[in-house]
T-cell receptor
Framework: DTAVSQTPKYLVTQMGNDKSIKCEQN?????MYWYKQDSKKFLKIMFS???????INETVPNRFSPKSPDKAHLNLHINSLELGDSAVYFCASSQGLAGSSYEQYFGPGTRLTVT | GDSVTQMEGPVTLSEEAFLTINCTYT??????LFWYVQYPGEGLQLLLK?????DKGSNKGFEATYRKETTSFHLEKGSVQVSDSAVYFC???????????FGQGTRLTINP
């Protein structure tokens, strides 16, 4: 039983295209996150949602738009893809907001390559 | 703002060696501290955590103690195995900050 799942696992696309990454969690958690991991493994939060409400937007370009249709899903849509968007994107969820001791559960990641 | 600094990698050890990965942090108040591990091709998973000063987190033979006086949370294991090869991330969750702040990660390779 996969706790946090992401699709697709790999995404190769050309500059200027629009793409989406989907995330689903079956843990009953209230909070979901998107992280970006660059080629040096540095991990940075992009967004967090709590009960479908946006909590954190870490100065991410407007080309990135998260959408949470319900508590179990948090999708990431990216417009006008650029070379610098190439990275691994991780979805995560937790029982409550970070800023506490709640563990975050991570998905397997989506490797995005922009050519 | 809150920040986490880990020792530079990569770290390469022989099987059964003693492991220490240093982690220091900057934060106001009393953050919660975590170690996450990322095995090749996978997402991160929690290894251990500590939520207050002098707490010791432990799991799978790994330990880390929350040291408020030195703002540190160093990861240790007495005898590493090849299966411990992974990238290790130290992280903190500040009081009311609503997000995890990660260190840069330390790649560990264990040779048989």
């Amino acid at each position: 039983d996969t706790a946090v799942s992401q699709t697709p696992k790999y995404l190769v696309t050309q500059m200027g295209n629009d793409k989406s990454i989907k995330c689903e969690q079956n843990l009953g958690h209230d909070t979901m996150y998107w992280y970006k991991q660059d080629s040096k493994k540095f991990l940075k939060i992009m967004f967090s949602y709590n009960n479908k409400e946006l909590i954190i937007n870490e100065t991410v370009p407007n080309r990135f738009s998260p959408k949470s249709p319900d508590k179990a899903h948090l999708n990431l849509h990216i417009n006008s893809l650029e070379l610098g968007d190439s990275a691994v994107y991780f979805c995560a969820s937790s029982q409550g907001l970070a800023g506490s001791s709640y563990e975050q559960y991570f998905g397997p990641g989506t490797r995005l390559t922009v050519t | 703002g809150d920040s986490v600094t880990q020792m530079e990698g990569p770290v390469t050890l022989s099987e059964e060696a003693f492991l220490t990965i240093n982690c220091t942090y900057t934060a106001t108040g009393y953050p919660s501290l975590f170690w996450y591990v990322q095995y090749p091709g996978e997402g991160l998973q929690l290894l251990l955590k500590a939520t207050k000063a002098d707490d010791k987190g432990s799991n799978k033979g790994f330990e880390a103690t929350y040291r408020k006086e030195t703002t540190s949370f160093h990861l240790e294991k007495g005898s590493v195995q090849v299966s411990d090869s992974a990238v290790y991330f130290c992280a903190l969750s500040g009081q009311g900050a609503q997000k995890l702040v990660f260190g840069q990660g330390t790649r560990l390779t264990i040779n048989p």
